[in-house]
C-alpha cells in the first residue's frame, strides 16, 4: 500500500489520536499517556472482528450511509457507547439520575467503577446473546463458499430447521443463569431476552424493506432505500455497542481514571472506523474470502467467552486475541488457496 492511501485511510485518524495522546501526556502525566496506549491497544484488538462486520453491512449500504457512519458514527461510538451508555445502564439499574452518576464518574472513580461491576450481568448477558445470534445466522444461512468446510456443511444443514438460533440462543442462556447466583439470575435472564428481542427485530425490519423494495415502484423504493440504510445505521451501532461494553469493562481493570478510558477507548474506536472503510475501499471481504467466516467465528467466540464471565475471569488478553488469531487464520488460508489475487493493503 503507498503513503497516499495510507494517509487516506489513517490521516485523519493519526492526526486525532496524536492530539489526543498529546494531551493526556501533558495534562495528566506519562503514567496516564502509558496508560491511554494501553487501551488503544485493548479496544482495537477487542474490535478487530468488529471492523471486519462492520465492513460487510456497509458494503451493502450507500455512499450517504457508508459517510454518516464515519462522521456521525464517531461521536455515537466515542461518546454514546463507551461513556453516555454505560451511565445510562448504571442510572436505570441504581435508579440514580444521569446527571448524579456522571458526577460520581467524575469525582469518585472507584465507587463508580464499582457500580460498573454490578451490571456486568446484564451487559455480559445482553452481548453474549446477541453476538451469538449474528454468529449463528450466518452459519445456518445457506453459502456457496465454506472455509471449515465438514462443520460449516453441517451448520448449514441444520440451518434449515426454523427458529434453530433462537432455540439454540435460549438454551445458551439458560445455561448462562446457572453461572451466577440466585441474586443476579433474573437479570442475566432479562437483559439475554432483550439482546435477543433487539436482534430480532432489528432483522425482521431488514427483512421487511428488503420484500417492500423489491415490490414498490421506484418513487418508493427510494424511500425504502433510506429507511433501509437508517436500520442498517442502527444496526452498526448496536454491534458496536454489543462489542464495546466488553472492552469498556475491561478496562476498569486497568485503570479507574474515566477520561483516560474515554480517551484511550475513544482513539480505539476512530481507528476501528478506519479500518472498517479501509476494508470496505479495498474489497477485503472479496479478495479475502474467508475473512468473513473468520470474524463470525470471533464473534462466537466471544459470545461464548461474555458467557463465561459471568462466573470466571478470562483474561483480556484472551478474548481480545482470539479474535485477531482467528481471522488471521482465516486470511492465511484465503491468500494460501491462490485462488485470489491478495489485496493491497
Known amino acids: 500500500m503507498n503513503k497516499k492511501s495510507l494517509i487516506n485511510y489513517y490521516g485523519i485518524s493519526t492526526l486525532i489520536s496524536l492530539v489526543l495522546i498529546g494531551l493526556v501526556g501533558l495534562k495528566l502525566g506519562m503514567s496516564a499517556l502509558i496508560l491511554t496506549l494501553i487501551l488503544v491497544a485493548l479496544e482495537i484488538t477487542f474490535s478487530f472482528d468488529n471492523a471486519v462486520i462492520n465492513a460487510k453491512i456497509l458494503k451493502d449500504m450507500s455512499r450517504s450511509w457508508q459517510r454518516a457512519f464515519i462522521w456521525l458514527g464517531i461521536p455515537i461510538a466515542v461518546f454514546g457507547v463507551r ?3 454505560p451511565l445510562l445502564v448504571v442510572s436505570m439499574v441504581t435508579g440514580s439520575n444521569i446527571a ?31 453476538l451469538m445470534m449474528l454468529a449463528l445466522d450466518f452459519f445456518f ?5 465454506r472455509w ?14 426454523e427458529g434453530l438460533t433462537v432455540m439454540i440462543s435460549i438454551f445458551a442462556l439458560l445455561l448462562a443463569t446457572n453461572l451466577v447466583d440466585s441474586e443476579h439470575k433474573t437479570d442475566v435472564l432479562i437483559s439475554g431476552m432483550v439482546g435477543m428481542f433487539v436482534y430480532l427485530l432489528i432483522r425482521a425490519m431488514n427483512i421487511l424493506l428488503a420484500r417492500s423494495n423489491i415490490r414498490g415502484k421506484a418513487k418508493s423504493g427510494l424511500n425504502n432505500t433510506f ?11 448496536v454491534v458496536d455497542a454489543s462489542f464495546s461494553m466488553d472492552s469498556v469493562i475491561g478496562a476498569f481493570a486497568i485503570t479507574q481514571a474515566i477520561i483516560i478510558i474515554a480517551i484511550g477507548l475513544g482513539i480505539g474506536a476512530i481507528y476501528v472506523r478506519s479500518m472498517t472503510i479501509h476494508m470496505l475501499r479495498s474489497n477485503a471481504l472479496e479478495n479475502y474470502k474467508y475473512m468473513e467466516h473468520g470474524a463470525h467465528y470471533a464473534i462466537g ?37 491462490k485462488r485470489i489475487k491478495p489485496a493491497k493493503w
Open 227 to 237: 429507511k433501509a440504510g437508517l436500520v442498517g445505521f442502527i444496526y452498526l451501532q
Open 83 to 85: 461513556i453516555l451508555l
Open 141 to 145: 444461512e445457506h453459502k456457496k463458499v
Open 301 to 337: 467466540i466471544l459470545a461464548i467467552i461474555m458467557f463465561l464471565n459471568l462466573k470466571y475471569e478470562i483474561p483480556e488478553y484472551i478474548t481480545g486475541l482470539s479474535g485477531v488469531v482467528v481471522i488471521t487464520a482465516s486470511v492465511f488460508y484465503s491468500v494460501k488457496e
Open 100 to 130: 448524579d452518576m456522571t458526577n460520581l464518574a467524575l469525582n469518585n472513580p472507584e465507587e463508580y467503577a464499582l457500580k460498573i461491576n454490578d451490571v456486568r450481568y446484564m451487559i455480559y448477558s445482553f452481548g453474549g446473546v446477541f
Open 148 to 161: 471449515l468446510k465438514k462443520v460449516e456443511t453441517i451448520m448449514m444443514k441444520a440451518g434449515t430447521m
